[in-house]
């Protein structure tokens, strides 16, 4: 009980600091852009805040990996299912 209660705190202090300190990046704003910043198409400043958010928040950076791991296996289905995870069956 006393965890959650520490780990909502901690949850709620995070939030609170993504969104009012200057030069940090909302999770709202990154999952706008995460599109754009795996693709390379961010501007440099914009990259930079995305990283510097990924480095204080644990949550942003899980769900950047699982986005890269469904990318991957959706890239693999597409070329075929190279690595086994997908294969077509001829009739
Ligand atoms: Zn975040």
Redesign the pocket.
């Known amino acids: 009980m006393r965890q959650k209660l520490f780990q909502r705190f901690v949850r709620r202090m995070k939030a609170m600091m993504?969104n009012t300190l200057p030069g940090m990046i909302s999770?709202r704003e990154?999952d706008q852009f995460v599109v754009d910043y795996l693709d390379g198409r961010l501007p440099d400043h914009q990259q930079h805040l995305f990283e510097r958010?990924l480095r204080v928040?644990p949550?942003?950076r899980r769900f950047l990996d699982r986005y890269r791991a469904t990318l991957a296996l959706e890239q693999d289905a597409f070329n075929g299912g190279e690595n086994g995870l997908v294969r077509c069956r001829k009739p």
């Open positions: 993504l999770c990154f958010h928040c949550d942003r």
